[in-house]
């Protein structure tokens, strides 16, 4: 995801440029994702470029219950300064904070004025990966007993281990047999 914002640093403050992309790509392989579409806008600013986006990934995610994959689309905006390294006949003085800025690990254009989203766009994704997705919002999920995958098949295990569920048998008359 590389866009190359030579034309853009040439035009003056408040200049837009819309950029829409599908790109095939490992962004975080272990939940696989690797198809990210998304349409950025690219804003001039005096010291480089602010940049918002809408991303789409594709990603396969564990069940928290049942651990079946379950494959999904994860949808996320992001707004992020790049800040320019490198003049671009506009008389950029890079002054003492600026370069302090560059250092403490901002966003930066390329040397060749490439805006490389890549970074950015795993940063936000991975902040945006639910942390216990669901299958389906009614996952029976796995027997406690014997492991059973509760959505694909019954199992007639009785839990008494499970001592959540021992107020709920009380008041159903639930007998606790044990
Ligand atoms: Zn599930
Ligand atoms: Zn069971």
């Known amino acids: 995801m590389r866009f190359n914002l030579s034309q853009l640093l040439k035009e003056n403050v408040g200049v837009k440029r819309v950029y829409s992309f599908s790109e ?52 996320f905006e992001f707004s992020e300064e790049y800040l320019q390294t490198v003049d671009m006949g506009n008389n950029l003085d890079l002054n003492q904070q600026d370069k302090l800025d560059i250092e403490e690990g901002k966003f930066t254009l390329d040397g060749d004025h490439t805006l490389d989203l890549t970074e ?12 216990n ?29 499970d001592v959540r569920w021992s107020p709920l048998r009380n008041f159903l008359g639930v007998k606790e047999d044990i």
């Open 120 to 131: 950015t766009i795993r940063q936000y994704a991975i902040i945006n990966i639910p942390i």
């Open 133 to 161: 997705p669901l299958c389906r919002e009614n996952c029976a999920g796995l027997c406690g007993i014997c492991g059973i995958n509760l959505n694909i098949n019954k199992c007639f295990c009785v839990d008494k281990g």
């Open 24 to 75: 095939t790509f490992e962004l975080i392989p272990e939940v696989g994702a690797d198809i990210v579409s998304g349409d950025i806008i690219a804003t001039r600013m005096d010291k480089g470029v602010w940049v918002s986006g809408k991303i789409e990934t594709n990603v396969s995610l564990e069940c928290g219950r049942c651990v079946e994959l379950c494959a999904r689309q994860l949808a």
